[in-house]
């Protein structure tokens, strides 16, 4: 910028209100930095019929006194968006979710907005379009470390919402036992370790209980390690069915309907031995 740069009160009043050219306007023809012109309206006392916001005043409002968007234009009289365009002009950066926060208190009635939007499902729409907004996104370690001790403890046990009672645990316990893998041995041998579904005899297979782990859970009423080894039907090799992992998967959600073909394969086969 030129300091000795000097204009009067006649020119330049002359090329804003007779020449009808705008802060831009002027300050290329007078081969200036953009916004310095505005000093000289401001000493002048010319009126403008375009709002103009120096770098300086606009940090002012948004960085020291803690103002939002919304709030500095309501300040300055104008329209929803316009401020934005400063913001860009001048490359000032937003403040983060825990910034803007800091400090400030929300109304109950607020707290209860976010809570009704919070716990509506997302649309299908919209969750493609959060799919596509994380795609090629990389979270650095120091993120991860936070996201990991934020929610140590909160989500274990008793405490994680998808808890029945520890009974993830004792299936786990139980797949080491020698009552599953006796039972998954005898199965896969009736089977000729080939998946009942597909035939595949080469995928990785799993064995399934016909009637459902849970079920027999819930209507024997097994709540201890030992109730669930005692449990004859548990074992019942009649039981069970031979399916590859992706048969498998495929039936989850919809074991109900595929316990009576299950159950005519097995009935077959032993009438046949």
Not at 57 to 70: A, D, G, I, S, V
Not at 81 to 108: C, P, Q
Not at 189 to 194: A, H, V
């Amino acid at each position: 910028m030129n300091e000795k740069f000097f204009i009067s009160k006649e020119e330049l009043d002359y090329l804003y209100n007779t020449l009808k050219l705008s802060y831009s306007q002027i300050e290329e023809k007078l081969n200036l930095k953009k916004g310095r012109i505005y000093h000289w309206f401001k000493k002048y006392q010319i009126k403008s019929n375009e709002f103009f916001i120096s770098k300086q005043e606009l940090e002012k409002l948004y960085l020291e006194e803690n103002l939002t968007y919304k709030q500095i234009e309501e300040k300055l009289n104008l329209k929803r968006g316009v401020i934005y365009h400063w913001f860009k002009k001048y490359n000032i950066e937003a403040r983060n979710a825990s910034e803007y926060m800091t400090g400030r208190s929300l109304s109950d009635e607020h707290k209860n907005k976010i809570s009704i939007s919070n716990s509506k499902p997302h649309t299908d729409e919209r969750k493609k379009n959060i799919s596509i907004s994380h795609t090629g996104k990389k979270i650095s370690e120091e993120h991860k470390s936070k996201i990991r001790s934020k929610f140590i403890g909160l989500r274990i046990g008793e405490k994680h919402p998808m808890w029945k009672g520890g009974r993830s645990i004792i299936r786990n316990r139980l797949r080491q036992s020698f009552e599953y893998k006796n039972w998954r041995k005898l199965v896969y041998e009736r089977d000729n370790y080939t998946c009942e579904i597909c035939n595949s005899n080469t995928e990785y297979l799993n064995c399934h209980h016909i009637i459902t782990f849970s079920s027999i859970s819930e209507s024997e009423k097994l709540y201890t390690y030992e109730d669930y080894l005692k449990c004859g039907e548990l074992w019942d090799v009649n039981n069970g069915i031979t399916l590859c992992k992706n048969c498998h998967e495929s039936i989850k959600g919809k074991e109900k309907e595929f316990e009576k073909t299950f159950k005519d394969k097995i009935y077959e086969k032993n009438k046949n031995v």
